[in-house]
């Protein structure tokens, strides 16, 4: 039953994927990387030996990987979103995400049905810690050929967590 689960949501975030690179909506990534979380905190679940650092990792990869998908989709000059702006969205990201780390440590989330939301906003919010490191220290909102990727990349796993905290809290 938990695998015909794993796979259905697998499958659904192949559609979702599919659908998010032919219609760029961030919400759309953002349903990505919520269900991904969510698949890896199952997993979790399961095995004691999981790697939640792992999987913080590649759900940062996959949200940097998607505000490069998102910002090649528009036809935009480098001005339409400006350096301010990235940076005002890094740091919502910055800010959110240590917060939802922080009550995800504190074990303040509910578990829904099977999930366990710590683990789900662990995952989730460590992603968006590494991302917005990443975005950070590269930089990337002072870079005329970046800012695009950099606010679309702290825009989509930000919306993600801000869905995953009010789902689970």
């Known amino acids: 039953m938990k695998s015909q689960l794993l796979t259905m949501i697998f499958s659904m975030s192949l559609i979702s994927l599919s659908t ?30 999981f790697d939640i650092k792992a999987a913080s990792q590649e759900l940062s990869q996959n949200a940097l990987d998607l505000g490069k998908m998102y910002s090649g989709k528009y036809e935009l000059t480098l001005r339409d979103i400006t350096s301010s702006q990235c940076m005002d969205e890094l740091s919502k990201l910055g800010i959110d995400s240590g917060q939802f780390l922080d009550k995800a440590l504190a074990q303040q989330y509910k578990t829904v049905f099977t999930v366990n939301g710590n683990q789900v906003m662990m995952i989730a919010a460590g992603a968006g810690e590494l991302t917005y490191t990443v975005i950070d220290q590269g930089g990337f909102c002072t870079i005329d050929k970046s800012i695009h990727d950099a606010y679309w990349s702290a825009n989509i796993i930000r919306l993600s967590i801000d869905g995953l905290n009010v789902t689970f809290s």
Do not use: E, N, R, V
């Not at 961030?26 to 969510?38: M, S």
């Open 20 to 49: 998010a690179h032919a219609y760029p909506q961030a919400q759309d990534g953002a349903k990505i990387l919520q269900d991904k979380a969510i698949s890896y905190a199952m997993l979790a679940t399961k095995d004691t030996h």
